[in-house]
DNA sequence: CGGCGCCTTGACTTGCATCAAAAGTAGTGG
DNA sequence: CCACTACTTTTGATGCAAGTCAAGGCGCCG
């Protein structure tokens, strides 16, 4: 909808987000919802202005008051422990949610960076929290987002715990394509949006492992890497079910 | 309540909680609920029949229909992967809630099995829902429980990804003496419920590892330990600042 | 053109895994 | 109560995947 550019244009802080128009929605709120719902639920949304890559979106240590969603660009939620050690906890592409972790303990336990220029919704905690009181297909959608979330980091830790380096990085790269595919992108091409040290970091490697794995993917053919533009040539190579017969 | 325990005995199976007698409701529920409302909850609250050790409470794969409370005893959690490697994902004591991962997928994607003896309350999950959309503390309690295992599962993320096999030793004993601690008995002296080939998986380490390092820990005085009974001589050696200096 | 990040590549080191075997513990049944 | 079996834990010897250290390349921007 034009008027929503508009709207953007004119208000340099911002406006309020349409998700009845936003092709992510299918993505961020996969729900039945009536229109009517879907409106009371965009009427809490703020659409910020778009970010600059490695702004930071919110910072571990503030008050925690809303969450946000990842409207187009890239993302990164990083945890600092006491002892100042830096561990990224996910990256996250368009129409995924983030900053759930803040709702324990009223304070964000993570910063989250874009990694590139991205626009990224607004949605007020509490706001969220009396209409998911009376919405129960939006509570039970919240429910599903924060189970999901518990889901992924499970598969994190046994990767974590229980893989080679080459075995994190394929179902990294797989991770990635098949949320490019969901979102109806390729899911044989694309481009990394997050450094070398960004990988090694979240796969708990070091910049020189996860360049030697890439170098030996790219010898073998699997892929073709170019900086950071990838092309997977052999997918099922990447597969897990490839480790058992190597 | 010596009701409840008449309940318990005439009953074979399933007993209506009585929480608001449950010495853990102030761990497990630690709202600030009107009398009326935990009622409320504990009407749709069932109490299981004490469960011997290795007992499944759930099992991956089955359909999703409750959380549950571990009322007293412990439990771990254990995620398969498609290639059957095992993960076990977190150790549970009492006042703790577990299956929260089943809500994304409407199906368990962990077993959960009892490291002892251990009764169980179970809350069918619909119910839960429903109350939560008309009390909106219980509501807003069960975001935070969602959030604070997210918070907790970064925790071990970064414990993979970054630390040596003392660290996260220390850190796994660390963390089961505070939540002793914080059911008010000794932060000092307690029996570990896992085998080491548990810690050894959740660690990501090998039992053999897992041996040597509470030989060591033993050798220096840090611990005493004899077979699953441990006794912490020096808490701050266990601590991660201890880490840096050495 | 020169300085600064980011990435790659090579040589060497090391912490933990693996392999192997013995010692300890628990459960079962005669 | 002891003998037998099966499992868990400990201890020792050896190997390897990934880390560390070091040097050089590439792209970017002032």
Redesign the pocket.
């Known amino acids: 909808m034009s008027v929503e550019h508009a709207t953007e244009q004119r208000c340099d802080n911002i406006a309020p987000a349409n998700c009845a128009d936003c092709r992510m929605a299918a993505i961020c709120l996969p729900i039945s919802l009536e229109i009517d719902d879907i409106n009371k639920l965009a009427s809490i949304i703020r659409r910020g202005r778009p970010l600059q890559r490695k702004e930071h979106i919110y910072r571990a240590g503030e008050p925690f008051k809303s969450v946000y969603a990842v409207h187009s660009g890239s993302v990164k939620t990083v945890k600092v422990t006491e002892e100042g050690i830096e561990q990224i906890t996910g990256f996250h592409l368009p129409g995924e949610l983030i900053g759930m972790d803040g709702i324990a303990s009223n304070v964000h336990s993570n910063s989250a960076i874009t990694l590139e220029t991205s626009s990224i919704c607004e949605i007020p905690f509490h706001r969220l929290e009396e209409l998911s009181a009376k919405i129960p297909s939006l509570q039970r959608r919240f429910f599903q987002l924060m189970s999901k979330e518990i889901a992924e980091e499970q598969t994190l830790i046994t990767m974590l715990s229980k893989n080679?380096?080459?075995e994190r990085i394929a179902a990294l790269l797989l991770s990635i394509s098949l949320r490019h595919q969901y979102r109806g992108l390729s899911a044989r091409e694309f481009l990394l949006p997050m450094?070398?040290?960004d990988i090694a970091n979240y796969l708990?490697?070091?910049?020189?492992?996860?360049?030697?794995v890439?170098?030996r993917l790219n010898k073998n053919g699997i892929i073709d890497?170019d900086?950071?533009h990838i092309k997977i040539n052999n997918i099922d190579a990447l597969k897990p079910a490839a480790f058992c017969r190597s």
Chains 1, 2 share one sequence.
């Not at 708990?204 to 030697?212: A, H, M, P, Q, Y």
């Open positions: 080679s380096a080459e450094s070398r040290s708990g490697l070091t910049i020189e492992t996860v360049s030697r890439f170098a890497l900086k950071k």
